[in-house]
């Protein structure tokens, strides 16, 4: 729920978008699904950026589900996780976003001729040709579906 409402909030502002969203993986009264998140925040071109703090760090009585979860999300905004003990490690995973911040470039483009489908999210994938780079990027966007354009199969 708190990923829908910041990024409700973010969507209108002036400027890059980025959550940190300091958690310990658990949810445990959210009425927003995972979909709905994901979307939000695709929708507001967030970038997210998750620490996951665990007070549990042995595999039984972790919240495992909760971590995959944030974890795809970070992917899907070009962000990804970090999961640090508390202390200078913190410090650390603070100190790497804002460097990630700061080596960023904006690569943007039109679509033109996509093809209608059912669903309105378009998967996007960048590569690159040089070894040793790395490229983290939103997983897609949305965009106009069959629905929303008036196109149906033929009966």
Known sequence: DAICLASGDLEDREGRHVMVVVTDGGDTTSAKSYHQALEAA????????????????????RN??????LTMLAAGTGGRVFAPTVGASL???FTEILR???????????????????????????????????????????????????WSPAP
């Open 64 to 69: 495992i589900g909760g971590e995959n979860a």
């Open 42 to 61: 695709q929708m507001a071109d967030a970038i997210m950026y998750p620490v996951l703090v665990m007070p549990i760090t042995n595999e039984p009585g």
């Open 91 to 93: 410090d650390a995973a």
């Open 100 to 150: 990630e911040l700061r080596t960023q470039y904006l690569l943007a483009y039109y679509p033109r001729n996509v093809p209608l489908a059912k669903d309105r999210f378009h998967r996007l994938e960048v590569k690159v040709g040089r070894p040793g780079l790395r490229v983290l990027s939103r997983s897609g966007y949305y965009g106009d579906s069959e629905a929303a354009r008036g």
